[in-house]
């Protein structure tokens, strides 16, 4: 089994920037592609950032391209999504999925090709 753990969420002004991290546990030699989703009241649950087991490959949402950056250092087995620019329409919560389909050069956009998901971490962002 994994276990995620997600923190960094917080209240902030628009503008300005979070930096969220996931902690895996468990049997993260299982962990190849891992993601950062969001879900925000009276929406459903989006895609927002992926990225591959070797970290050569990151995908991004339309709406936070240029603006997000995903990460992940396997030594420590945390992926990180870096917020810049926040606006209010990104206010939600965020979560972090791990994939265990062995590939080393791919992500995945759907949320249902993911095996492990965290908790989740709130994210308000103030006009």
């Known amino acids: 089994q994994v276990q995620l753990v997600e923190s960094g969420g917080g209240l902030v002004q628009a503008g300005g920037s979070l930096r969220l991290s996931c902690a895996a546990s468990?049997?993260?030699?299982?962990?190849?592609?891992m993601g950062w989703f969001r879900h925000s009241p009276g929406k459903e649950r989006e895609f927002v950032s992926a990225?591959?087991?070797?970290?050569?490959?990151?995908g991004y949402e339309d709406s936070v391209k240029g603006r997000f950056t995903v990460s992940r250092d396997n030594a420590k087995n945390t992926v990180y999504l870096q917020m810049n620019s926040l606006k209010p329409e990104d206010t939600a919560v965020y979560y972090c999925?791990?994939?265990?389909?062995?590939?080393?050069?791919?992500?995945?956009?759907?949320?249902?090709?993911?095996?492990?998901w965290g908790q989740g971490t709130q994210v308000t962002v103030s006009s």
């Open positions: 999925a791990a994939a265990s389909t062995k590939t080393m050069t791919s992500y995945h956009l759907l949320a249902s090709d993911y095996s492990y």
């Open positions: 468990g049997r993260t030699s299982s962990i190849y592609a």
């Open positions: 990225i591959s087991r070797s970290g050569g490959r990151t």
